[in-house]
């Protein structure tokens, strides 16, 4: 991330803090919610909303940069999948935003080119082979590796991140070794369900615990108490987690329930006021875990700033989810998670 653009964020989270002012500095966009895979923990496949047209995904990349967003998040289903994301990738960077995104990888080797505008990738990652097939899918791990060796060849910057379950917890330590001997960061979350009966329609996340997935509150703080101490030590750049994040999920009540009606006492949360997440079809929300919970605006019909400005509140205001908390801790102005990111990006 540029000078200019870290600069600019600062100014709207300070503006925020002291005033109240709302700007989304930071947007996720689910460019679409195809997928190649079949994660066991992920309902993606369910999701039936439509997906924008190339000049209407231009529309929301503009729309986002009009009302002051720096940086731009590409998730799904796959990103990869689109055959335009080339375009959306340029125009995002025409409008001066920092791109990451987040990807299994496929693809890559053979359309790199087209995608190259993406300043950080994200890749997922969940284990030595046979775990990463068991949970994402066969052929899924080779996948990974090529997309691994074509970013190094071609000196592009990407992270991973683990999905940490049942079926790979005990594949931290090899994770973590990876990373290190290959030198790249490596980010993990926890797996978190909607839980209380049927989700709300549109909500990407599986309503129970598969088989093999579940891992006892007990067993995360064992693994957050060891991230932490790793990350204190000779870790420290590897582990893109911050101590900040970590801590405050060790502080966590209970595990297995992803969200609370009350405020962390760490910090704010600042969906859908500092960040907010853009739909395959247009529609705006707080942040991608409130699908089905909110009403959510279309950006297509209101305009990105008029969408942004209704939003409703999200009906959470604290939760374990990995991106939201690490945002929510910068953008509550806490040194140490700002500074574990600003170095980073």
């Known amino acids: 991330m540029r000078w200019q653009q870290k600069i600019g964020c600062l100014q709207a989270v300070v503006r925020a803090n002291l005033f109240g002012y709302r700007q989304p500095i930071s947007c996720q966009y689910a ?145 973590l070794e990876t990373a290190r001997r290959e030198r790249f960061v490596s980010n993990f979350h926890l797996l978190y369900f909607a839980g209380g009966g049927e989700p709300p329609p549109g909500y990407i996340h599986p309503d129970r615990c598969r088989e093999g997935l579940r891992v006892p509150p007990e067993r995360y703080r064992e693994l957050l108490r060891y991230l932490l101490r790793r990350k204190k030590s000779d870790l420290k750049e590897t582990i893109g987690n911050s101590a900040g994040y970590l801590r405050a999920l060790l502080d966590w009540d209970d595990l297995s329930a992803a969200y609370r009606e009350e405020k962390c006492s760490e910090c704010t949360c600042w969906a859908g006021q500092l960040f907010a997440y853009v739909d395959s079809n247009g529609d705006l929300y707080p942040c991608c875990d409130v699908i089905g919970r909110v009403p959510c605006r279309n950006v297509l019909e209101l305009g990105f700033s008029e969408a942004f400005r209704t939003l409703p509140p ?32």
């Open 31 to 175: 460019v679409t919610n195809r997928c190649p895979w079949r994660c066991a923990y992920c309902d993606i496949e369910n999701a039936t909303r439509e997906e924008c047209s190339t000049g209407e995904a231009l529309r929301v990349v503009d729309g986002m940069a009009g009302s002051g967003v720096h940086r731009l998040h590409l998730v799904g289903g796959e990103p990869m999948l689109r055959d335009d994301l080339g375009e959306i990738i340029g125009r995002a960077r025409e409008r001066g935003m920092y791109v990451t995104m987040a990807t299994s990888g496929v693809r890559i080797p053979r359309l790199l080119d087209r995608v190259r505008g993406v300043d950080l990738f994200l890749l997922s990652y969940d284990g030595p082979e046979e775990v990463h097939d068991r949970q994402r899918g066969d052929g899924s791990y080779r996948v990974l590796r090529e997309a691994i060796s074509t970013l190094r060849r071609e000196g592009v910057e990407f992270w991973t991140t683990t999905v940490v379950t049942g079926g790979n917890i005990d594949s931290v330590e090899e994770i």
């Open 314 to 345: 999200a009906p959470c205001r604290s939760c374990i989810v990995a991106c939201y908390t690490e945002m929510n801790l910068m953008f509550s102005l806490k040194p140490g998670a700002i500074w574990n990111w600003v170095q980073k990006v």
